[in-house]
């Protein structure tokens, strides 16, 4: 089974919580190591939870500064660029 960068973003949020089967993982992990977009956009995924993890629920976390969102939507259109 070949995976897309859908099918990586549709399992993210479980990936990263460590809530799918270790196979379903493996094939998922090596989809992100070869395709550059998911790189990025897992990685400022995985930032942006390190930063809501130090907020206190009442806080949450503040709006993305410019530079977040352009770094984020940046990530997507690449992601969308190598869409067969």
Known sequence: MTLECDDVFAKLSEYLDGELP???CAKLQT?????EPCVEFVESLRKSIELCKGKLPEEG????????KDDLLTAYRKTL???P
């Open 31 to 35: 989809h992100i190591e070869d395709c």
């Open 61 to 68: 976390p503040g709006p993305l500064t410019p530079g977040q």
């Open 81 to 83: 660029e190598n869409k």
């Open 22 to 24: 270790e196979a379903v």
